[in-house]
């Protein structure tokens, strides 16, 4: 059954290169200027907002600050009094947010809803950052006495993928290549501005001086960064943005909709995720039903039917998982698409054109959001450098924790619903 339709009619997100605390910048302000510059993308005022979802995932620990769903009203005393809520599911934070904003919309309970993804993760040094993020692991059974529990976490994920279908750090490499290239050219991206060697993702890959191992066979190249950032998005009902249309001018057949979705949650074990998939085809099958769920609500065969995608590449491998699961190939064989050209942003199907988690940048509980902006802008057309030629659905793939929490999103223009 095909769900029902909720448009996105507009977003900002934050220069994910900021430092916050660098900048002596107070996190509510910038909350703040990012929800001023969502509401004049989607042609609103804070009055229209009737509910607020905010996606969080350390706020206790990096900021000390609870409470984060007030945050958007404490910024802009105009939004006094709307509801409010924070939800928190590791990295998946803010496409929870978003998929608890939809309910509220689909349910006829409001009409139209702000989703904001905030996260402040660069105000303290590397190690601390990483502890406060290993707290989405299973504590105390998991990652003990180990230095950085994440890269330790998805090298086990590469190396049980090598168990059974083989591995070639070459396909790592090419995939941190292509999303650290992609960054280039998006002007909000973390990593936009950084030069490598010609010889950084071939022949200096395994070198210990240029690209240091972090945790087993992860170097620092497959990671994500530490990024500070904050993403808004104004979510509708189809009878507001109706409305919209008729007071604005805007037509309805140029707004990206969100048309399809998939949600799955598995147990926090990492350990007990690959033994109950060790008889099946895919590595993580509820990631796998996650991404079908989307297409089956989105009435679509399969990636076939869908332009490009943003997936979560927290490390190379993560992305690499991520191929397959899509059903761009046959379970354990990710790599032919990295070596056909599938997924470079002038394939069939490119991915993370924007540059992903590697290249634009990981402010965790925002990635979801941004993932959603990032699809919307594609098939709108609006994608500037970035833009992939002719797109007219998307998805995206978002996990948190140990694909723990697996959230997938098919966004959609006009008549292809």
């Not at 803010?94 to 009409?111: F, H, K, Q, W, Y």
Request: proline fraction near 5%.
């Amino acid at each position: 059954m095909m769900s029902p339709t909720t448009f996105v009619l507009g977003g900002h997100q934050t220069d994910f290169s900021r430092n916050f605390a660098r900048e002596g910048v107070d996190l509510a302000l910038v909350v703040g200027d990012t929800i001023d510059e969502a509401l004049d993308a989607a042609d609103l005022d804070a009055g229209d907002v009737e509910a607020i979802h905010v996606g969080n995932a350390f706020g206790e620990l990096f900021v000390q600050q609870a409470q984060m769903g007030a945050l958007p009203a404490t910024a802009r005393p105009a939004l006094w009094g709307v509801p409010a809520a924070r939800h928190e599911a590791a990295c998946a934070s803010g496409s929870v947010a978003l998929l608890a904003a939809m309910a509220e919309l689909e349910a006829g309970r409001i009409d139209c809803a702000l989703v904001v993804g905030i996260e402040q993760e660069r105000n303290v040094p590397g190690d601390v950052a990483a502890r406060h993020m290993g707290t989405a692991a299973w504590t105390g059974h998991e990652g003990e006495g180990v230095r950085f529990l994440w890269p330790s976490m998805f090298a086990a994920i590469a190396d049980e993928v090598d168990r059974r279908w083989g591995l070639d750090d070459r396909h790592l490499a090419a995939i941190a290549a292509l999303n650290l290239g992609n960054a280039r050219t998006n002007p909000n991206a973390q990593a936009r501005g950084w030069s490598f060697s010609p010889e950084a993702f071939g022949a200096a890959w395994k070198d210990d001086a240029q690209n240091p191992r972090i945790e087993g066979r992860l170097r620092r190249l497959d990671c994500g960064q530490v990024t500070d950032g904050v993403v808004a998005i104004v979510v509708t009902s189809p009878r507001f943005a109706a409305e919209r249309e008729q007071r604005t001018g805007r037509a309805l057949d140029r707004i990206a909709r969100i048309t399809g979705w998939g949600h799955r949650t598995a147990g926090l074990g990492l350990a007990d995720k690959l033994a109950r998939s060790r008889e099946q085809p895919y590595l993580l099958p509820h990631v796998r039903d996650a991404v079908t769920d989307a297409y089956r609500r989105a009435i679509v065969p399969g990636p076939d039917a869908i332009d490009g995608a943003e997936v979560h590449d927290c490390f190379t491998i993560t992305e690499y998982v991520a191929i397959d699961h899509l059903g761009l190939t046959p379970p354990g064989q990710s790599w032919r698409a990295i070596e056909d050209g599938t997924i470079a942003r002038g394939g069939r199907f490119p991915i993370n054109p924007s540059g992903g988690l590697i290249g634009a940048g990981h402010p965790v509980g925002a990635s979801g959001v941004r993932m959603i902006l990032d699809a919307a802008r594609q098939v709108e057309g609006t994608a500037g450098d970035n833009q992939v030629d002719g797109a007219r659905r998307f998805l995206t793939l978002n996990i948190g924790g140990s694909a723990t929490t697996a959230c997938a999103f098919v966004v959609s223009r006009g008549g292809f619903g």
